[in-house]
């Protein structure tokens, strides 16, 4: 696949060329790997936010991959603050991708709390649920006093909800006293 070949050997603009030639969305939505990951996966890995934009305006669908990582997962995971921007920007049902859980109920705010990817904790804040637990029981803002995260902590606790607890009956306040980061 020519696209696949250029996204992988990072030829953005090619890519982009490939994808204006694209006489159907389906073409775009084919699985590439065995993970069944899409042109959309590989462009948020390898950080190309104008192929995103490209992608997303040609009908590219945001699938979900055999774990569940939609590419606003991967692009967090992998920190790309542009990636990240470009997907916020121009997906359709931002609110819905956002919210959407891995098979092991991490969202992409739960993704970039846990590897302190605090800008990009800032920039998912305002569309997203920051109150959603995942399998743990954990909230965004309890992965992020875990692992010491404090930019993410400070921006997370203006907007989460102290009343909500973890399996341990702990609120992200008892967290933040038992982490001895107050």
Known sequence: NPLTIAIYNEFEAIAIQIVRHVD?????NSKINEDNWTALHFAAEKNMHKLIKNLIEKEALILGDRNGATP?????????IESTQALIHNMPNKKDELNKRLNTGETPLMIAAHNGHHEIVKQLCNDCDVNIKNKLGETAIMIAIKYAHLESIRALIPISDER???KDGDSFIDLIFQMGLL
């Open 164 to 166: 909500i607890t973890n």
């Open 72 to 80: 606003i997962h991967i692009a967090v995971k992998s920190g790309h």
């Open 24 to 28: 159907t969305p389906e073409k775009l």
